[in-house]
């Protein structure tokens, strides 16, 4: 009886794999939050309240899931590391994964076993903190990731960034997306189509300006100023010359 019961349930798997792999995409995120705090010792909190939902009709078995993070951060002088992570389900249980990494990358893999049947969803908390060697003084660009790499569709989802407090937004550059800022935080919606990262200007300097940096302007501000005063004290050289004609 048992063995009937097990070549019936291995039958069933087998049904279910060879079914799902002919009707190709059968799972989605669809649902992809994340907060991203920006920390003035150079770290970055990151949270993500992501869902993975079957959307084939039959029931699956995820399997592995893989988020990549890449390790080259524009606007930083060295690589980013992974400083340490965290993964649970719904109840607040650690999901079990492993970290991998490459020169260019670092692969943080979840291992999911739990049958999801059609239309169901498995919610996943992942938690993680990077840091990098900051650049600039006055002004700090740093490039920030908005989503993994993952080779499963996201539908949606939102996304915040939030610098440390005391300082302003002096460039944002998120393509083709509505973002808005209020004070220290910016928001925008993100699905498949949103590019993988973002780059970020801030300082405690208030100067912000569409699709120009904030350092770019301040410098050029600063130069037409001493343009200005370079040439002020020209034409009063050349009025005490004729003076003294």
Request: proline residues 4%.
């Amino acid at each position: 009886m048992i063995l009937k019961n097990f070549k019936l349930l291995f039958s069933f798997c087998v049904i279910m794999f060879l079914t799902s792999t002919a009707f190709g995409a059968i799972e989605i995120f669809s649902q992809y939050d994340t907060k991203i705090k920006i920390n003035s010792d150079d770290t970055i909190d990151i949270s993500k309240d992501i869902t993975l939902q079957n959307i084939h009709i039959v029931g699956i078995v995820p399997g592995r899931v893989e988020f990549k993070i890449g390790k080259v951060v524009q606007g930083s002088s060295s690589q980013i590391k992974l400083e340490s992570y965290t993964i649970k389900d719904k109840h607040g249980n650690p999901i079990q994964s492993q970290l991998f990494e490459t020169e260019t990358d670092v692969i943080i893999a979840i291992d999911i076993y739990l049958p999801l049947l059609p239309g169901f969803k498995y919610p996943i908390d992942l938690d993680y903190t990077l840091s990098y060697d900051s650049s600039g003084i006055l002004f700090k660009s740093l490039e920030f990731p908005i989503r993994e790499d993952t080779s499963i569709e996201i539908r949606q989802g939102t996304f915040s960034l939030e610098i440390p407090e005391s300082k302003s937004f002096t460039y944002l550059e998120i393509y083709d997306t509505d973002v808005t800022i209020n004070n220290s935080i910016a928001t925008w919606d993100i699905d498949s189509k949103s590019p993988s990262t973002g780059i970020v200007e801030y300082s405690s300097v208030p100067i912000y300006y569409g699709g120009i940096q904030g350092s770019i302007l301040f410098w050029m501000i600063i130069n037409i100023l001493l343009l200005i005063i370079l040439v002020i004290e020209i034409v009063r050289g050349i009025r005490k010359m004729k003076k003294e004609d």
